[in-house]
């Protein structure tokens, strides 16, 4: 089965610092793997994604993902948090199963809290 | 811009009622997906619909769900008797050209069940 996982529930960050938001899958196949942000009471907004090419993938606001595949991993960074950062985030994959209608897969989510 | 608009942007029904969820594309596309979120928690899919059928829907998308394109623009998701945990956010999606393209969200409907 194609999953993503989401280890930490929150990450808290203070303004300033790095941030990191981890995200982990399964995939039998090449993984199609996205990052979704939404704001308190929004909808999911498209950050990036990694379909091939370069591991590091640059998105909207500043963000980025590094794709590793011998660690099955694709965690979402930021080299200097905002507190606008602040939001629930949902790593993605694809499911491409030849009998499957390319729909997204969701982690369970990771809220980040940016503080001043 | 978003891709997709939805309406109502909230709603609020009875438990039994049926309630009509919509999303107009902002153009054509061929995939469409509705998606679900319980306050807070993960989203679900519930339904994807291509080229005006259904191709694909999860074990959550039983009989009280349906879904249509009727005038072959907008896209409508149908519960027919709601029920309290039918309570979420539901959000649809349109595909890329080729299915495999990012999935671009409207802003969802909050639905309550009282």
């Known amino acids: 089965a194609q999953s993503v996982a989401q280890p930490e529930d929150q990450v808290n960050v203070a303004e300033g610092n790095p941030l990191t938001v981890k995200c982990t899958y399964s995939?039998?196949?090449?993984?199609?793997l996205f990052w979704y942000v939404q704001y308190p009471n929004r909808g999911l907004q498209f950050l990036l994604k990694?379909?091939?090419?370069?591991?590091l993938v640059k998105g909207s606001y500043g963000f980025e993902a590094e794709f590793n595949k011998s660690q099955t991993s694709f965690h979402l960074k930021k080299p200097s948090a905002l507190v606008s950062d602040s939001a629930l985030y949902f790593c993605?994959?694809?499911?491409?199963?030849?009998?499957?209608?390319?729909?997204?897969?969701f982690g369970s989510g990771t809220r980040l809290l940016v503080r001043p | 811009e978003p891709e997709v608009t939805q309406t109502p942007s909230h709603q609020v029904t009875q438990m039994g009622q049926e309630v009509i969820l919509r999303c107009v594309p902002i153009s054509n596309h061929l995939y469409f997906y509705w998606y679900r979120q319980i306050l807070g928690q993960k989203v679900e899919f519930l339904v994807s619909?291509?080229?005006?059928?259904?191709?694909?829907k999860s074990e959550i998308f039983d009989d009280q769900f349906s879904v249509e394109r009727p005038d072959g623009s907008n896209f409508t998701l149908k519960i027919r008797s709601t029920k309290l945990e039918d309570s979420a956010m539901y959000f649809c999606a349109r595909g890329g050209g080729s299915g495999l393209g990012t999935q671009y969200f409207g802003p969802g409907t909050r639905l309550l069940v009282l």
């Open positions: 993605a994959v694809r499911d491409i199963r030849a009998d499957s209608s390319y729909k997204l897969i």
């Open positions: 619909f291509y080229n005006n059928e259904i191709s694909e």
């Open positions: 990694y379909i091939t090419g370069d591991n």
């Open positions: 995939v039998s196949g090449n993984p199609y």
